[in-house]
């Protein structure tokens, strides 16, 4: 039975079937026959008319910004609407949002559960090559251990900040587009976005409390 946020990615092959609706409303009533049932809340769905041979597509991105935005799930109807490219889909895995096919629920989880193996089989190689050096280490008389107390480097500093950076920067590209659409309803002043955002289900940046206007103002600085 689903549940909480969803966002709804569409597609069809060719100009002719998006402007003649054809497979989008089959789609759309597959979607739907998935979520129906429980409390869940469709907060956008997204068309898109592409090739499946292509991973460039706009709406798709736009999609995955949204879901990460909102911390939404993506349903599309068919699992070929994504792709036939089973990179293409672990890619989904490194954008940070959880997706579910309507026709195949199970292979969400089969694909995160794979790469859960895979994650899981270089841990032991990375622990089995540390313990390795570690004893041939110990064999060529070297001490090991030392001082728990170690400063960070400036490099490492300067690396934690970048890190830090690139993080606040992709949550501010995420919700770019939604703070053009508020603007663009009129909604100008920081206070005004703030509160649209609060309206819209938009968590914060940790998740927790509300939009305020210098919140709003700190990552409108970083689009």
Request: with cysteine.
């Given at each position: 039975?689903?549940?909480?946020?969803?966002?709804?990615?569409?597609?069809?092959?060719?100009?002719?079937?998006?402007?003649?609706?054809?497979?989008?409303?089959?789609?759309?009533?597959?979607?739907?026959?998935?979520?129906?049932?429980?409390?869940?809340?469709?907060?956008?769905?997204?068309?898109?008319?592409?090739?499946?041979?292509?991973?460039?597509?706009?709406?798709?991105?736009?999609?995955?910004?949204?879901?990460?935005?909102?911390?939404a799930r993506?349903?599309?109807?068919?699992?070929?609407?994504?792709s036939r490219?089973?990179?293409?889909?672990?890619?989904?895995?490194?954008?940070?949002?959880?997706?579910?096919?309507?026709?195949?629920?199970?292979?969400?989880?089969?694909?995160?559960?794979?790469?859960?193996?895979?994650?899981?089989?270089?841990?032991?190689?990375?622990?089995?090559?540390?313990?390795?050096?570690?004893?041939?280490?110990?064999?060529?008389?070297?001490?090991?251990?030392?001082?728990?107390?170690?400063?960070?480097?400036?490099?490492?500093?300067?690396?934690?900040?970048?890190?830090?950076?690139?993080?606040?920067?992709?949550?501010?590209?995420?919700?770019?587009?939604?703070?053009?659409?508020?603007?663009?309803?009129?909604?100008?002043?920081?206070?005004?976005?703030?509160?649209?955002?609060?309206?819209?289900?938009?968590?914060?940046?940790?998740?927790?409390?509300?939009?305020?206007?210098?919140?709003?103002?700190?990552?409108?600085?970083?689009?």
């Amino acid at each position: 039975m689903a549940d909480g946020k969803w966002i709804s990615y569409l597609r069809v092959s060719t100009d002719r079937q998006g402007k003649s609706g054809l497979g989008i409303e089959a789609q759309r009533n597959s979607v739907s026959e998935y979520l129906n049932g429980g409390e869940w809340s469709l907060v956008k769905e997204y068309v898109e008319i592409e090739s499946g041979k292509r991973t460039d597509r706009p709406m798709l991105a736009e999609a995955i910004k949204a879901c990460r935005a909102h911390k939404a799930r993506l349903v599309i109807a068919k699992l070929d609407r994504l792709s036939r490219d089973a990179h293409f889909l672990l890619g989904l895995e490194k954008a940070g949002i959880d997706f579910v096919a309507a026709d195949m629920p199970n292979a969400n989880r089969l694909t995160v559960g794979i790469m859960a193996m895979v994650a899981e089989e270089e841990r032991r190689m990375i622990s089995k090559r540390t313990k390795d050096a570690l004893a041939a280490a110990k064999r060529r008389g070297k001490k090991l251990g030392g001082d728990r107390g170690v400063v960070p480097t400036k490099r490492a500093r300067a690396l934690a900040a970048d890190a830090l950076k690139a993080r606040a920067d992709s949550r501010a590209a995420d919700i770019a587009p939604i703070v053009a659409e508020l603007q663009a309803a009129g909604r100008l002043s920081l206070r005004d976005i703030a509160k649209g955002l609060n309206e819209a289900g938009i968590p914060t940046a940790r998740g927790q409390g509300k939009w305020s206007a210098i919140q709003v103002r700190r990552v409108m600085a970083r689009m």
